[in-house]
């Protein structure tokens, strides 16, 4: 599956929630976020669930995490 990437690495809320936003009006398809701030991958979490959208899985990297969503 080809998904559109959303690097939010290195940034602080509200900018990665900013993004993720953005893609969720801007695009139709799948996409990723890489993130590497806890309350950052957090409140990511919570605005994909405010957008009803499904989280295939997340995998943990050795400084970030993978966020792949499902649309």
């Not at 998904?3 to 801007?26: E, F």
């Amino acid at each position: 599956m080809d998904y559109k990437t959303v690097d939010a690495r290195g940034l602080s809320c509200p900018i990665p929630v900013m993004h993720v936003t953005k893609t969720i009006k801007k695009e139709s398809g799948s996409f990723k976020v890489f993130i590497d701030d806890e309350t950052s991958f957090e409140n990511v979490m919570r605005t994909l669930e405010n957008f009803n959208l499904k989280v295939e899985k997340t995998e943990e990297e050795d400084d970030y995490k993978i966020i792949f969503v499902m649309r």
